[in-house]
């Protein structure tokens, strides 16, 4: 079965500093990979998403994740905080080889906790 | 355009009293449908999800139930809720491949 873990459920760094943060999954062959923002009280939002092709993936608001296959790894990075970065988030694996009703699976996130 | 529709987006409830949370999708046709529940420290944990209209699967046993009487149209109920059920409910829908879009969220507190 598939997992996904997210080190740390806490992450505080300071405003213009770097923001890392760590998602390893656990499947047998690679599987689709996503990144969610929730700010409170809301849904989630997409940030990214690795399906196919260059490892490197850039998405909204700055944000990036390079899967490693052979670290079973898809860390977030953003090279400078801002304070509106605050937030929780997620990350996400579906199976690719299962068309109908793959559900993602999530970490339990990590709080992004932004200081002036 | 594809969007969802989530509601209420907050309800207060006691104990013991039921449930009917509704999501409806436009725009699609023949979506794959969830249900996932969101508790304090613990992520987001897939309830239900369906592939059709009158096709549930449960992931996990609990005062919970689902049904999908319309193509666009995903329900989630209880005949009696429980301190327990108290959570942020997010219902989301993907067409066939990697692409989810969630809605709004409902925050549901048992009283």
């Known amino acids: 079965a598939q997992s996904v873990t997210q080190l740390g459920s806490h992450v505080s760094v300071s405003e213009g500093a770097l923001v890392l943060l760590r998602c390893n999954y656990s499947?047998?062959?690679?599987?689709?990979l996503f990144w969610y923002v929730q700010y409170p009280n809301q849904g989630l939002q997409l940030l990214l998403k690795y399906t196919t092709g260059a490892t490197l993936v850039k998405g909204i608001n700055g944000f990036e994740a390079e899967f490693k296959k052979s670290e079973t790894s898809f860390h977030l990075t953003k090279p400078s905080a801002h304070m509106s970065d605050a937030a929780e988030y997620f990350c996400?694996?579906?199976?690719?080889?299962?068309?109908?009703?793959?559900?993602?699976?999530f970490g339990k996130g990590t709080t992004l906790s932004v200081s002036s | 355009s594809q969007t969802i529709h989530q509601w209420p987006a907050t309800l207060v409830q006691p104990v013991g009293s039921p449930l009917s949370l509704e999501c409806t999708v436009e725009g699609t046709s023949n979506p794959n449908l969830y249900w996932y529940r969101q508790a304090a420290g613990r992520g987001l944990q897939l309830l239900f999800y369906s592939v059709g209209i009158g096709q549930i699967s449960s992931e996990v046993p609990q005062n919970l139930s689902a049904s999908r009487p319309q193509d666009r149209q995903f329900i989630l109920s209880s005949k009696k809720l429980l301190l327990s059920d108290s959570g942020f409910y997010l219902c989301?829908?993907?067409?066939?491949?990697?692409?989810?879009?969630f809605g709004s969220g409902t925050r549901l507190t048992v009283v």
């Open positions: 996400a694996v579906s199976d690719r080889r299962v068309q109908a009703g793959t559900a993602l699976i």
């Open positions: 989301a829908w993907n067409p066939l491949g990697p692409s989810y879009t």
């Open positions: 499947s047998s062959v690679p599987p689709y």
